[in-house]
């Protein structure tokens, strides 16, 4: 299969050598049946300078590109622990992603256009690749119908349509806490694409394999 991981700079953000050395080492064991592709996002260090650029005066359009660059900061980190499973450059287009991949290779990729998300870009590489599979590593374990923080009466949700994600991510302040945890851009590249996709808790590194190959708990997205 072709797989396509999102996984989210705070998954990685204070983590140690041997922490981030076993997600390489769970993404090789998958590699070896399977073209992996990962993008990486940008998370702590991503925000931090941002809102000192901002506090600077700097405009959207350079927050963006400094959110860009912490991507590859962290991309460069993880093709580091996978060693020579990885291509040691980061592409800067989904055609250099795709030329990059061949049997055991896993292709790491940042940010790559201002004004997306690296769920975004991840969800269009699957749509390039032609991906079997969209996992979305977060720090969130799943869709809820509402915040789960917020409202104890919030449910996760097991499994919905590509249209009710992209429904549900439309209508949600993309804020910290959001009940939806994908942007609407990427939510609707999903919808178009028809692309399966996973949204699992990428704390737990087993979720890596179970989100490709099942038996998470978080939130599968299907045709309907």
């Not at 209508?171 to 609407?184: E, F, I, L, N």
């Amino acid at each position: 299969m072709i797989l396509v991981y999102s996984l989210g700079g705070s998954i990685l953000a204070g983590r140690d050598a041997k922490s981030l050395q076993e997600y390489a080492d769970a993404l090789k064991e998958l590699a070896k049946a399977h073209q992996i592709y990962v993008v990486v996002g940008g998370g702590r260090i991503a925000r931090e300078y941002i809102e000192k650029a901002r506090a600077l005066g700097a405009s959207e359009m350079f927050c963006d590109l400094i959110g860009i660059g912490a991507t590859k900061l962290n991309s460069a980190l993880l093709i580091a622990a996978f060693g020579r499973a990885a291509p040691q450059e980061i592409p800067e287009t989904y055609a250099q992603a795709a030329r990059l991949a061949c049997p055991g290779r896993i292709v790491v990729m940042g940010g790559v256009a201002p004004g997306q998300t690296t769920d975004a870009v991840a969800a269009l590489l699957a749509e390039y690749v032609g991906a079997n599979k969209l996992i979305i590593a977060t720090s969130v374990d799943g869709v809820y119908t509402a915040d789960p923080e917020k409202d104890p009466k919030a449910e996760k949700i097991a499994s919905m349509t590509h249209g009710e994600l992209s429904r549900m991510a439309a209508q949600t302040d993309m804020k910290a806490g959001s009940r939806s945890p994908v942007d609407p851009l990427a939510a609707k590249i999903i919808e178009r694409s028809r692309i399966p996709t996973a949204i699992v808790f990428g704390k737990k590194i087993e979720n890596l394999k179970k989100g490709a190959l099942g038996g998470h708990s978080g939130t599968e997205i299907r045709q309907g």
